[in-house]
């Protein structure tokens, strides 16, 4: 079991950058591939990053250029730096943890945290 927790949200204007941090609970958390997923009004969560257990990291092509995905396993916290943010960045961003060690679906990450609000005003 792990415990996930978001923090960083808020309110931005576009052109801003912004950090979330997810800080996950239990001794395992090297274990774990970590996700940053958001979820717009009425849609279906999608994901923004991922980072697997060895480092490797992926961003979603809508933020490829303006996301860093990091972990620190020492604090048991992960990371999403988005930069320029944009109005369509606006969504509840959500922390997951998956036991797969190559996730590559919602379906695949057993953990969430409770997400956090971003949004990026005109």
């Known amino acids: 079991q792990v415990q996930l927790v978001e923090s960083g949200g808020g309110l931005v204007q576009t052109g801003d950058s912004l950090g979330l941090s997810c800080a996950a609970s239990?001794?395992?958390?090297?274990?774990?591939?970590m996700g940053w997923f958001r979820q717009h009004p009425g849609k279906e969560r999608e994901l923004v990053a991922r980072i697997i257990r060895n480092g490797n990291t992926y961003c979603a092509d809508s933020v490829k250029d303006r996301c860093t995905i990091s972990r620190d396993n020492a604090k048991n916290t992960v990371f999403l730096q988005m930069n320029s943010l944009k109005p369509e960045d606006t969504a509840v961003y959500f922390c997951?943890?998956?036991?797969?060690?190559?996730?590559?679906?919602?379906?695949?990450?057993?953990?969430w945290g409770q997400g956090t609000q971003v949004t990026v005003s005109s």
């Open positions: 239990g001794r395992t958390f090297s274990s774990y591939a």
């Open positions: 997951a943890a998956s036991t797969f060690f190559f996730p590559t679906s919602v379906h695949d990450y057993q953990y």
